[in-house]
T-cell receptor, first 113, second 113 residues
Framework: SQQGEEDPQALSIQEGENATMNCSYKTSINNLQWYRQNSGRGLVHLILIRSNEREKHSGRLRVTLDTSKKSSSLLITASRAADTASYFCATLRVGNQGGKLIFGQGTELSVKP | DSGVTQTPKHLITATGQRVTLRCSPRSGDLSVYWYQQSLDQGLQFLIQYYNGEERAKGNILERFSAQQFPDLHSELNLSSLELGDSALYFC????????????FGSGTRLTVV
């Protein structure tokens, strides 16, 4: 079963607006990661936040993590048409055997020029 | 180019057949992960190898098997194929075990007819 659930499933915005995607998970985690996937292509790692971190920034990306609520959010500021893609959160569980990441179902982001 | 090479990119085969998907990890990465992505199931973890040894297993069918060779490349074997096995199969690699994110290949699109 999927560990993460993303919300919304789909998001459509205009270029220049901010996009916020949320992820909830069920069990304690070591870290949470966000990935982007352009249609039919491989996933690209965006950012990793560890369980003892609350916020992380990378360029136009801002990720927050609330372990008490078992949730994370990804904010993309000043979005561009090139940001159109599916975004997935993935979690590495505590006590995980090996290093397998469990992915959510993803948020499909459409940025209109 | 992510550094993870998957071949072939596309594969069309008949039900009941057997296929082998190949993955070469990014140089220096010891862990290899296989995922299946379909519209109804999302990204499902199949199996992980670390430096030649199986480390974690997910919802991998008994008809599927994998191995990692001494040169660290990996192969995923799918046998007695069914229509429902049609999906994108991704390989990913990482240096350690998911503490620094995965690097994904571009995937193999398998169509079973």
């Amino acid at each position: 079963s999927q560990q993460g659930e993303e919300d919304p499933q789909a998001l459509s915005i205009q270029e220049g607006e901010n996009a916020t995607m949320n992820c909830s998970y069920k069990t304690s985690i070591n870290n949470l990661q966000w990935y982007r996937q352009n249609s039919g292509r491989g996933l690209v790692h965006l950012i990793l936040i560890r369980s003892n971190e609350r916020e992380k920034h990378s360029g136009r990306l801002r990720v927050t993590l609330d372990t008490s609520k078992k949730s994370s959010s990804l904010l993309i500021t000043a979005s561009r048409a090139a940001d159109t893609a599916s975004y997935f959160c993935a979690t590495l569980r505590v006590g995980n055997q090996g290093g397998k990441l469990i992915f959510g179902q993803g948020t499909e982001l459409s940025v209109k020029p | 180019d992510s550094g993870v090479t998957q071949t072939p990119k596309h594969l069309i085969t008949a039900t009941g057949q057997r296929v082998t998907l190949r993955c070469s990890p990014r140089s220096g990465d010891l862990s290899v992960y296989w995922y299946q992505q379909s519209l109804d199931q999302g990204l499902q973890f199949l199996i992980q190898y670390y430096n030649g040894e199986e480390r974690a297993k997910g919802n991998i069918l008994e008809r599927f098997s994998a191995q990692q060779f001494p040169d660290l490349h990996s192969e995923l074997n799918l046998s007695s194929l069914e229509l429902g096995d049609s999906a994108l199969y991704f390989c990913a690699s990482s240096v350690a075990e998911a503490n620094y994110g995965y690097t994904f290949g571009s995937g193999t699109r398998l169509t079973v007819v």
